[in-house]
C-alpha cells in the first residue's frame, strides 16, 4: 500500500497537460487545450483538457477524468499502478504503509523479479543485434521468417547464446541472486554449476500491462528431437500463465480504439499480425482460456474474436473457454484459417487487406458455431441430438446479465429454429438451469452462514452489482432538480474556502444552509461527497476541489468530474471583441453561490408545496384543512420572496 504522504507528493507535482499531451497531441485553445480524442475516432478534435481545473472531458464520447483516471482508462492501469507510473515520471520515492513481514518479502521478490528481468531483455536483445552468433543464428532465422527489424525491436526479440552459462555468468557479475535467477526460470544449476536455461533460442519477452517484463518464452532454431520446442518461464511471484496474453501491453490501445480484440494462439501469430498492421491481437500461449485472461480482454472490450487453426484441434481449442466467456458478458465470435494454415503464414499468403476481409466475412456465432459442429456428431442420433439440446440449453443459461436478456432470448429462438424443436420448450429448459444455478448458489451462501466462512461468493457479487443504479450519471442529469444538487457541490468545492463575510467562509454558509436540505438530496452519492468536505472542514482541513478529483474512491473521484464544468472557462481572445474588464466567475463567486443556493431551497419550497397540496385533497377536519392552507400561503411567500431576490419568477 502507497502511503499517503507519498500520494500527496505526486498529487501535488501532477501537470494534466504534460501527462496527457505524452499520449494525445494537444493544441493550446484560449484557457484549454484541445486534441483528438484517444477513446474514440474521430477527426474534428474534441477532447479538452483544462489546466485550471485538471479535468479532461470528450464533448464527442462523453469520456471525462483526471490525470490518474485518465492513466487508468487509456494505459488500462489500477489506481496504484497509476500511481506508481506517475512517482517514476516525477522522481517520487514510494513510500509504502507498513505491511506484515511476508507480504513485503513478496514484494521484494517481485521487485527483484522484474530488474533480472530487465537486465534479461537486454541482454537477449543485445546478444540478438549486436553478436556475430546472434545475427548470423537469431536475426537470420527471424528475417527467414519474414520480420523486420523495426517489429524485433517492438516487442523486443532476443536470442540467447547456445553456450553454457554465458548469460548467468553476466547476471552474477552484475550482482545478481542466483536463487532469484533460478527462480526467474533463466539459470538452472546442474551439477552444483549455473548454466543457462535457454541456450540457442528466440527469446519472447513476455510483458505485462505496464510493459514491464514479466517472463519469457524462448523457442529452440535448431532441430533436437530430445528438446522442448518452447520452453516458459516457470509460475513465480509475478509471471502467473493463467492471468496473461501475450502482446497485450502492445495491443491494448489498438483494442481500445476498434472495440475488439482478435486471439490468436501463438507469438508468431501476434507478431506477424501486427507487422500487417492488425495491431488489436493477442495470444493464449496456445492454453485454454481462463477466467483471468476474459476479464483482462473485457477491460478494454467486450467484443471477443478467435482465430484459430482450422484443424479438429484447433476447433475444440477454440470451444473451450465459451462457458466462461459467456458468464463474463463477452460477445464471441469465431474465425476458422483454413487447414494446414495459421494466422501468421496466412496473412503472409493472402497480404493485410485481404486478410482484414476473411477475418470481417469469416465470423461465425460462437454458439452457433458450436451447435453446428455437434449437430453434425449427433447426425440421426437421436439419443445424442437429446444430449445436444441439454447441452445448448445449459451454454445459453450462462448468459445471465440483466443486459444480456435480450441476446440470450435471440439464442433461443435460433437454436430452436436450428434444432427443429418448440421455442418454449427450449426457453423452459434454459429457465431449470437458471433456477438450479441460483439453488446451488443459496446453497453455497447458507452454508457458508453457517459455517461462519467469510468471502464474496457468486450469489453476493450478484446482490452487490444489482445495487449498482444502471448508467445513472447519463439518468440523472435529465432531472432537472439533480443539477441544482450537483451546482451545490460544484460551488461548495469551487470557492468554499473563499471568504463569505468577515467572520466566515463560503463553507461556513453552505453547510449551514444545508441542514434543512439533506432530505430532498436524492443522489446519495452527492451526499458522500457533502458529508466527506463537512468531516474535512471540521477537522480543521482545507478541502479543495482536489481533495476529491483525486480520491482513491473512483466513484466519487468520477462523480466529482462530472460535476466541475469546462463550459466556464472564459476565452482570453474575447477582450478582442469585447471593451472593458470581463468579470470572470471566481470574482462573481458570491453571485453564483447565492444564486445555486436559492434554486435549491426553491426545489425543496416546490417540493414541500407538492406534498402540502396532495394532502389538501384528502378529507380533514376544519382546523386541519385551516393548517394545510397556512402552510401553503406560508410557503407561497417564501417562494415569491425567493424569486423576487432572484430576479426571476420561472419555478418548473
Known amino acids: 500500500m502507497i502511503a499517503n504522504q507519498t500520494i500527496q507528493q505526486i498529487l501535488s507535482r501532477i501537470d494534466i497537460i504534460e501527462i496527457v499531451g505524452t499520449f494525445v497531441k494537444l493544441k493550446k485553445r484560449g484557457v484549454n487545450y484541445l486534441g483528438l480524442c484517444p477513446f474514440h475516432n474521430e477527426k474534428s478534435p474534441s477532447f479538452t483538457v483544462s489546466p485550471v481545473k485538471e479535468i479532461y472531458k470528450c464533448f464527442g464520447c462523453g469520456r471525462s477524468g483526471n490525470t490518474i483516471s485518465f492513466l487508468m482508462e487509456h494505459e488500462k492501469y489500477s489506481y496504484a499502478e497509476a500511481l506508481r507510473w506517475l512517482a517514476a515520471r516525477y522522481n517520487v520515492e514510494i513510500e509504502e504503509k507498513e505491511v506484515s513481514p511476508e507480504v513485503r518479502q513478496q514484494q521484494q521478490m517481485a521487485d527483484s523479479l522484474y530488474i533480472i528481468n530487465t537486465f534479461a531483455q537486454k541482454f537477449f536483445s543485445d546478444t540478438l543485434f549486436g553478436s556475430e552468433e546472434g545475427q548470423d543464428i537469431g536475426l537470420s532465422y527471424l528475417k527467414e521468417r519474414g520480420f523486420n527489424e523495426e517489429i524485433m525491436r517492438k516487442f523486443q526479440l532476443g536470442y540467447g547464446p547456445d553456450q553454457r552459462d554465458v548469460f548467468a555468468r553476466a547476471a552474477l557479475a552484475a550482482q545478481y541472486n542466483l536463487e532469484y535467477l533460478q527462480k526467474s526460470g533463466l539459470v538452472v ?8 536455461n535457454y541456450r540457442g533460442r528466440i527469446i519472447f519477452p513476455i510483458h505485462n500491462q505496464t510493459g514491464k517484463v514479466i517472463g519469457f518464452g524462448a523457442r529452440i532454431i535448431r532441430s533436437n528431437d530430445r528438446a522442448p520446442k518452447y520452453i516458459n518461464t516457470p509460475e513465480n511471484e509475478i509471471y502467473v500463465k493463467s492471468k496473461i496474453l501475450y502482446g497485450l501491453y502492445q495491443a491494448r490501445q489498438a483494442i481500445d480504439r476498434q472495440n475488439e480484440c482478435l486471439l490468436v494462439e501463438g507469438y508468431t501469430d501476434v507478431i506477424s499480425l501486427h507487422q500487417a498492421g492488425i495491431e488489436n ?3 493464449s500461449g496456445g492454453t485454454s482460456l ?20 482450422g484443424d479438429g484441434a484447433g476447433i475444440k481449442a477454440a470451444l473451450r473457454g465459451l462457458d466462461m466467456a459467456l458468464e463474463e458478458s463477452l460477445d464471441v465470435k469465431l474465425v476458422l484459417i483454413p487447414d494446414k494454415e495459421d494466422p501468421d503464414s496466412y496473412v503472409r499468403k493472402l497480404g493485410a487487406a485481404a486478410f482484414r476481409d476473411f477475418v470481417a466475412a469469416g465470423k461465425k456465432d460462437f454458439i452457433l458455431f458450436q451447435l453446428e459442429v455437434a449437430l453434425k456428431d449427433a447426425a440421426g442420433d437421436s439419443g445424442k441430438k437429446a444430449e445436444l439440446v441439454n447441452q445448448m440449453a445449459e451454454t445459453i443459461a450462462k448468459i445471465n446479465k440483466t443486459e444480456d436478456f435480450t441476446r440470450q432470448q435471440d439464442y433461443i429462438r435460433q437454436c430452436a429454429e436450428i434444432l427443429r424443436i418448440e421455442e418454449e420448450g427450449l426457453h423452459s429448459l434454459v429457465n431449470k438451469f437458471i433456477r438450479g444455478r441460483i439453488e446451488k448458489q443459496e446453497s453455497r451462501a447458507a452454508a457458508q452462514a453457517a459455517t461462519g466462512e467469510s468471502g464474496i461468493g457468486v450469489g453476493t457479487s450478484q446482490a452487490a452489482d444489482a445495487t449498482l443504479p444502471p448508467d445513472e450519471e447519463s439518468i440523472s442529469l435529465l432531472l432537472r432538480h439533480e443539477q441544482n444538487e450537483r451546482g451545490m457541490i460544484r ?11 468577515e467572520q466566515s467562509s463560503v463553507a461556513d454558509y453552505i453547510l449551514a444552509e444545508c441542514i ?37 474512491d473512483q466513484e466519487l473521484s468520477t462523480l466529482a468530474v462530472s460535476i466541475m464544468d469546462l ?5 482570453p481572445n474575447w477582450k478582442n471583441h469585447y471593451e472593458g474588464k470581463i468579470t470572470t466567475p471566481e470574482e462573481l463567486y458570491r453571485e453564483d453561490v447565492l444564486s445555486t443556493m436559492h434554486y435549491v431551497k426553491l426545489r425543496k419550497i416546490k417540493r414541500l408545496m407538492e406534498e402540502n397540496q396532495q394532502d389538501l385533497a384528502k378529507p380533514h377536519e376544519d382546523e386541519e384543512l385551516m393548517v394545510l392552507l397556512q402552510t401553503h400561503r406560508h410557503l407561497k411567500e417564501l417562494e ?13
Open 491 to 501: 460551488v461548495l468545492l469551487d470557492f468554499g474556502l473563499k471568504a463569505w463575510d
Open 281 to 283: 491481437v493477442v495470444a
Open 516 to 552: 434543512d436540505l439533506y432530505e430532498m438530496i436524492d443522489n446519495k452519492r452527492l451526499l458522500k461527497i457533502l458529508d466527506l468536505y463537512k468531516n474535512l472542514y471540521e477537522k480543521g482541513q482545507e478541502p479543495t476541489t482536489k481533495s476529491f478529483l483525486y480520491h482513491e
Open 189 to 196: 544449476v546442474r551439477d552444483e554449476r549455473p548454466m543457462d
Open 290 to 309: 481462463t477466467v483471468d485472461q476474459l476479464r483482462l480482454i473485457k477491460k478494454y472490450t467486450k467484443h471477443l474474436t478467435i482465430i484459430y487453426d
Open 640 to 652: 415569491i420572496q425567493l424569486t423576487r431576490h432572484m430576479g426571476t419568477v420561472i419555478v418548473k
Open 567 to 571: 463550459n466556464l472557462e472564459i476565452s
